[in-house]
């Protein structure tokens, strides 16, 4: 690994430190800033706030805070509130623009990294002359199931744009990789247990004494959410002992206002053996992933999802999809199980024979040691390398 000090900022609509995360970005970019800051590198976060514009130290990293401007409230009426996402992204990218640009006079930036989500770095790869990585938080297509609209379509295009401005990217996964369809470097998601600080008030609230399956993450249709609420009657009542814990954020979908009420209603019968909690901090999820006989992601498209690392980094077996990065990290029988994307009944079929497995044990003793590969002292000095390729590759001067 290279022994020089790298000046390192990370632009994010989300992160750890704001009220409105509950993405894998924000996870992502927690454990690799830490991490990088360990190591000596000036690590420097600009997130997207609903607080205010500080700047300050988490854990040996310089997060500044960007809020939207509120002038952009007059577009929006102005065209009746029809772009809404297209200029909620566009004003965000304009702040992280002016937060890099000062920050960058203030003391050069060897690199910024920007993920193709939000489109963050629309304005400051094409403005900020210094070096720049994308990274692909999603893959292209992610939204075909939301009504096709304007807003939804601009969107999309400047997501596609913000690829043009670049010929550096990077793909955590080979799913990723493939459907970008272009030169992107395969670049691993460093993984570790990054608190141990576990508070057990919600388990204990919920799910102490029970013997229940997981899913958490999401509400979403993109999550295979629907495909799970769907295969859940069959499994319930196969076993009266078991529940089911859903974790997350609900959304709203074509198929509901509520994704949590289609969860109930597709379960009506068994309601109180469903047990819906909102999204929680890593240090009130882990105690729950922990005591779950295993955990459910049935994602109809995916990107190397957080949620599986986590999951089986606490050793957990993991229900996954083929096709969809899952099948990546699971191998079928050996250390999870792997089904087709939305197939309730294959679902359902699975959940049934998985609860009473006699070798779960010892498949989550391999999915632990699946996860190792992906520890930061393995996965890190691929991204270092690569960020001193792009480096000496692409010098530029103000």
């Not at 970019?29 to 600009?46: E, T, Y």
């Not at 988490?58 to 297209?86: A, D, I």
């Amino acid at each position: 690994m290279s022994k020089t000090v790298l000046r390192i900022a990370f632009a994010t609509p989300e992160f750890v430190t704001e009220n409105h995360f509950d993405g894998g970005l924000a996870n992502y970019l927690n454990r690799l800033s830490k991490k990088l800051a360990d190591l000596g590198h000036d690590i420097h976060i600009v997130t997207l706030s609903t607080k205010n514009e500080d700047e300050f130290v988490h854990e040996g990293v310089m997060v500044h805070r960007v809020m939207l401007k509120p002038g952009w409230q007059t577009l929006n009426r102005l065209t009746r509130y029809s772009m809404t996402t297209t200029l909620h992204w566009l004003n965000f990218s304009t702040q992280t623009y002016r937060k890099l640009k000062q920050l960058h006079r203030r003391q050069p930036f060897d690199l910024i990294q920007y993920p193709n989500y939000s489109s963050c770095g629309l304005f400051s790869m094409a403005l900020l002359r210094t070096n720049h990585v994308v990274r692909a938080s999603s893959q292209p297509g992610w939204n075909a199931s939301v009504k096709r609209n304007l807003d939804s379509t601009l969107a999309e295009r400047l997501e596609a744009l913000q690829y043009k401005l670049t010929r550096n990217v990077h793909a955590p996964s080979r799913a990723t990789q493939t459907i970008l369809a272009r030169d992107a470097r395969l670049i691993r998601t460093p993984f570790y247990v990054e608190t141990d600080d576990w508070d057990t008030t919600v388990y204990d609230q919920f799910l102490k004494d029970k013997k229940y399956v997981l899913y958490f993450g999401r509400f979403q249709l993109r999550k295979g959410f629907h495909t799970l609420a769907q295969a859940l009657p069959r499994f319930l009542n196969q076993y009266p002992e078991a529940h089911v814990a859903l974790v997350g954020r609900d959304m709203e979908t074509s198929l509901a206002s509520s994704m949590a009420a289609f969860a109930r209603a597709q379960c009506n019968g068994f309601g109180e053996r469903l047990i819906i909690v909102e999204n929680l901090p890593h240090s009130s999820l882990y105690p729950i992933i922990k005591e779950a006989r295993f955990v459910v992601l049935p994602s109809l498209k995916d990107n190397f999802p957080n949620a599986c690392l986590e999951a089986m980094g606490l050793g957990k077996v993991v229900i996954g999809t083929t096709g969809t990065s899952l099948d990546e990290l699971i191998s079928d029988g050996v250390n999870g199980f792997l089904v087709p994307p939305d197939d309730p009944q294959a679902l359902a079929d699975k959940m049934i024979a998985a609860w009473t497995d006699q070798h779960l044990a010892e498949m989550s003793a391999s999915a632990k040691e699946q996860v190792l590969e992906f520890a930061p002292e393995k996965t890190i000095p691929s991204l270092l390398s690569y960020y001193s390729a792009v480096i000496a590759h692409d010098r530029y001067t103000d």
